[in-house]
């Protein structure tokens, strides 16, 4: 079965930190842009990060500096490193991938997507 599988959603504090990982199964990521998308409550869905095959990264701005996107080829899997959490940090998280044949990645046109986590950040 291809699927992307996510771990590492819950609640945090403000100012904390939390790491999002997304595992590719039935397939491998060595050919695939990687983005990381988000859906706060009552808002819609909105791309925040992505990253190339040869591990160029692009961030909007609400997120620029706190978080990083990361993949390890080796075990499959794309991680979101998210620091400093805020909460309009809060919303459903989704990783999503598009197979590519360069070094470039956008929020935009990805194919197969994760089911999503719930990421809430709350004292």
């Known amino acids: 079965q291809l699927q992307l599988v996510h771990s590492g959603g819950g609640l945090v504090q403000p100012g904390g930190s939390l790491r999002l990982s997304c595992a590719a199964s039935?397939?491998?990521?060595?050919?695939?842009?990687i983005g990381w998308f988000r859906q706060p409550p009552g808002e819609e869905r909105e791309g925040i990060s992505c990253i190339s095959t040869v591990g160029t990264a692009n961030y909007v701005d609400s997120v620029k500096g706190r978080f990083t996107i990361s993949r390890d080829n080796f075990k499959n899997t794309a991680y979101l490193q998210m620091n400093s959490l805020k909460p309009e940090d809060t919303a459903v998280y989704y990783c999503a991938t598009v197979p590519v044949t360069d070094g470039y990645c956008s929020i935009v046109e990805y194919d197969m997507w994760g089911q999503g986590t719930q990421v809430t950040v709350s004292s």
């Open positions: 039935g397939f491998t990521l060595d050919n695939y842009a």
